[in-house]
């Protein structure tokens, strides 16, 4: 088939920014690697549509990234969603290290776990703020609500995540960084 | 907590996460979006198709009724009895990747319904195949425009938000009219025929896509 202008425009976008749309999708669905790439895949497919559109207007990570965010939050209000992965609270532990585990006792897991146990709008708002560095104003804009709720948010995602590997015993190697 | 990134750079770990240098086949993706937009537009054309349809019977049907009853009893009176050619059901939201006017940018429209112009005052869309192409016209259409600089808050109508951001929905005669706080240019005024078959929340739906431009200007009045 003849690749158009819109196809090269396209697989250049993907080519450049699939990789890092999928990391951070990962995060949003707390390490859910096979709901993150659903989510991928549906934000592409649908910026695909909207191209000559969004392009026009420069705003074609931001538009797949809107997609991304407001699809997970769908995703996660499902009442099936809700029942298998809701997390009232955090396992016993961080479990065992992976072989070559991680430094300073934090596992992957608890933080996962972790991330799990936030609201999704919550995290949401971390990820955006601290992952992907966006500003306060591009975050509300994503996220479709105001820049104090952003802010409010995103320090309470914090103090939340922390407050939730203390309780874990894995936060305690991060202490000296929070001072 | 100063290093929340390199917690969750961590919650990558494992498998839980591409690495940054994994290689891309945007092929897939590509597939993907080609075969989403040939069904928006397969969607688009079956809208149409049916309006032409429903255009192209009615006369007839009308004429046949007219004939008496050797023209056949039993289609007359249904078709008779609809009056104009409106859909059985709501005409379904699209995604858009038309021509788009100054001042306002939709992201969906209805199906087999087209961004008709506009200019910094009004953005005005209609059905495809409207004989009607003034966009002086808001008659039977979809006008997008900013609320008059001369009105306040809305006050009628029921509450109907959109994006989270307040708005009301009103009903006037054959016009449904939502009035909703735009995200930096105040009120925002969408106008809709209810031959569009839509209730409030498709109407809110249809304005979340919605993107008020710099160049926009609020009418007097």
Redesign the interface.
Known sequence: ?PRSLR?EE??AF??AR???L??SA??LT??D?HL?EDLV?TA??????????VR??GTEAAYAWRIVVNAHIDEIRRPRWRRERSVAELPEGPGPA?PGG?PGG?D??A??AA?AALPPRMRAA??LR??MDLSVEETA?LL??SEGTVKSQTAKA??R??DL?TATGAGAA?EG??R | MNDVKDLLERALADGHGPAPDQPVDAAGDLARGRGLLRRRRLAGLAGTVTAVAVVAIVPWATHAASSGPAAGPQAAPTLRSSGTARPAGPIALIAYDGEQAPGYQVAEVPSGWVVQGGNAYALVIAPQNDTDKSIDSFLGKLVVMLQSRDAGAPTQGTSQPVAGRPGRFDVQGDTQILTFQGADHGWVVVQAPTSLGWDSARLAQFAAGVQVLGNAQPGRG
């Open positions: 088939m196809d396209f697989s993907v080519q699939r990789v890092e999928l990391r990962c995060l707390a390490g690697t993150a895949q592409l497919a649908r910026l695909y549509v909207a191209w000559p559109r026009r207007s992976p991680l934090i992957g897991g933080i996962r991330l971390i990820v601290h992952w804009g479709n609500c914090t103090a995540l922390r590997l991060t960084s929070h």
